[in-house]
């Protein structure tokens, strides 16, 4: 097979791959203008207009992309004052690097260079549409954090925030959900119930998990399928189903029952993270500690959980954040005692619309990182335990 040479490219070719990353671009600020027909092609046109031009000064790189960061950012300026100005910072840096890493080919260094063109392209728009669509999901989340503390009871930008006006920042939402009675009631009660639940999930997870494991267990797929049912079923069928059958019992409305409700959330999480974790376990360690006189309790502390630690811990986890950011069964099997934080958020949407729930979903997103970095960190350490080089 040929080998695809690493040369530099046509004005032409830069010109319009160019341009379509600026007709991409140019689509968002026109949408946001009021109209995005008119952004693709102002921006398909300026970016794509620089990269015919510049593509033939690849020596004159370095100056070349300061000039377009600069101009950029005095224009932004001009248009829409700081923070147009940095926004026309950033897009001048991407717009500079971007042409002259097409120009110089740059995007193929570090591919096979055996690879066909269409290979080349393929590569690299499935990676953009893995950021368009990442970057679909996380907006919503990085819009909520500076709207948290937004000095006014709005939910939208202030004119002094979009100025970076000090005085359109404030603390104040933060300081009402650590003051306010409700709100601390409301945290308290997700911190007791949100424990106790991770505790039966990953008890009766780990538990399951290590049991369908054994190829003797009969109907092992079948069980599977009802244990991980509820994260098949939607919420609402399986709060409803809860709420009838807790009523029967004895058990809606307690807190016993809010637990309960959340550890059967939980367990599907639990069980797919250690079974996971046991496939790479080796089976002899067991039956070594048993011919060596250890019965099956402290074979399993002593051997087979250091080695699935890390597949508990992050099934415990993702069942503590299952848990804490529930709110539809909580609605149906819970009672007024039992009001969680997402519920009262729920409410406070729903009858008062209070900016406090920016700053506490500002909190549960922070917390929700952090266990997420820990279960990473986890997984790391469970791939390097079973041999494994962590990708």
């Given amino acids: 097979m040929a080998l695809t040479p690493v040369?530099?490219?046509?004005?032409?070719?830069?010109?319009?791959?160019?341009?379509?990353?600026?007709?991409?671009?140019?689509?968002?600020?026109?949408?946001?203008?009021?109209?995005?027909?008119?952004?693709?092609?102002?921006?398909?046109a300026?970016?794509?207009?620089?990269?015919?031009?510049?593509a033939g000064m690849r020596d004159q790189e370095r100056p070349i992309r300061w000039v377009l960061i600069a101009a950029f950012a005095v224009a932004g300026f001009v248009m829409g004052g700081l923070p147009a100005a940095v926004m026309g910072l950033l897009f001048g840096a991407f717009v500079g690097w971007f042409i002259f890493w097409l120009s110089t080919s740059r995007y193929r260094v570090h591919l096979a260079p055996y690879l066909t063109p269409g290979q080349v392209l393929w590569h690299y728009t499935f990676r953009v549409i893995c950021g368009a669509i990442f970057i679909f999901l996380i907006t919503p989340i990085l819009v909520v954090m500076p709207l948290s503390f937004n000095a006014q009871d709005f939910?939208?930008?202030?004119?002094e925030m979009i100025r970076?006006?000090?005085?359109?920042?404030?603390?104040k939402h933060y300081r009402d959900f650590f003051t306010n009675a409700d709100w601390q009631q409301a945290m308290w009660n997700s911190i007791k119930i949100a424990p106790m639940a991770t505790i039966l999930s990953v008890g009766f997870g780990t538990l399951a998990a290590i049991g369908l494991s054994q190829p003797h267990v009969p109907f092992r797929r079948a069980i599977m399928a009802i244990l991980i049912s509820p994260m098949i079923v939607p919420l609402i069928i399986s709060a409803a189903g809860m709420y009838f059958f807790y009523s029967r019992i004895g058990l809606q409305g307690t807190y016993f029952g809010v637990v309960l409700a959340h550890a059967a959330l939980g367990i599907p999480f639990v069980i797919i993270t250690v079974t996971a974790t046991l496939v790479g376990f080796d089976r002899s360690l067991t039956?070594?500690?048993?011919?060596?006189?250890?019965?099956?309790?402290?074979?399993?502390?002593?051997?087979q959980?250091?080695?699935?630690?890390?597949?508990?811990?992050?099934?415990?986890?993702?069942?503590?954040?299952?848990?804490?950011?529930?709110v539809v069964v909580v609605l149906f099997v819970g009672s007024a005692g039992q009001k969680t934080l997402p519920w009262q958020m729920f409410i406070g949407l729903r009858e008062q619309i209070s900016p406090t729930i920016l700053a506490v979903a500002t909190i549960l997103v922070v917390v929700s990182i952090c266990l997420?970095?820990?279960?990473?960190?986890l997984r790391r350490r469970s791939e390097r335990l079973r041999g494994m080089s962590p990708s």
Avoid: W
């Avoid at 006189?293 to 402290?298: E, L, Q």
């Fill in 7 to 44: 040369e530099n490219q046509t004005p032409g070719f830069v010109a319009l791959v160019a341009a379509a990353a600026g007709a991409f671009f140019g689509l968002f600020v026109g949408t946001a203008q009021g109209s995005g027909l008119l952004g693709v092609l102002i921006g398909a």
């Fill in 46 to 54: 300026l970016v794509g207009g620089l990269g015919f031009a510049l």
């Fill in 155 to 159: 939910f939208t930008f202030t004119p």
């Fill in 164 to 171: 970076f006006d000090p005085k359109g920042y404030s603390l």
């Fill in 287 to 303: 039956r070594a500690a048993a011919n060596m006189g250890a019965g099956p309790v402290t074979t399993f502390f002593r051997v």
């Fill in 305 to 326: 959980m250091p080695l699935i630690l890390p597949g508990v811990i992050s099934g415990g986890l993702f069942a503590f954040i299952t848990s804490f950011d529930e």
């Fill in 372 to 377: 997420l970095t820990v279960v990473e960190m």
